[in-house]
């Protein structure tokens, strides 16, 4: 059976929840967040940036803000298996050691173990490019297009075992015009993406979600 979702303890503007991004690429999503944080007091603030890389663009959003930031590569481990999970391991031992209470994914291109989930459940956040369930996966503009719709959007929801299946906290639409391609749809998608996942994070840390 599925374990349930425990969410993160309620915050304040005085107390705020601690935040670790995780990216994998350019992070505008991260850079949208902390701009955001930036803006005003918020109940939530970003106290770690991971990357699945070290070379990710992303990881100078958090570095030239001087928040903790490191690139954990996958490990030197010829087993595919153990090599996902001790990668893991170091991305799990860096949440822990920097006291985080929530993880926000935000273009980050792995998918979690079950083992991983389980630990953060409830507390581990995902932005996805569609309007789930429509056009899970890595291809969802691509999916959209070639399924001739004629909206798409973004979603936040919580991580649970599946991909892009776990409880959906709120979601955007766009248009997709007629002669747009793959990259026209992720542009427009990243726009709202921008503004919606730093609204849900505030209400997420207020408390304002029951799971
Ligand atoms: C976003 O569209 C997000 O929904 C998807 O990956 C993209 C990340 O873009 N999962 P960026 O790295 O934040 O620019």
New binding site residues.
Partial sequence: MDEAYVLPRPASIEDPLRIAVL????????AALLQYQESEARAHQTVLVLADSQDAG?LEHGRSREIETHGISLPQVEDKVQRRQSHEELVHDALVKADVELVVL??YMRILTPSFVRRWKGRLVN???SLLPKYPGAHAHRDALADGATVSG?TVHLVDEGVDSGMILAQSEVPILADDTESDL?ER??KV?HVLYPEVLDRLAVGEYSA
């Fill in positions: 990216i994998s690429g350019g992070g505008s999503g991260l992303g935000s273009g932005i996805h490019p973004c992720q998608i990243k993406e």
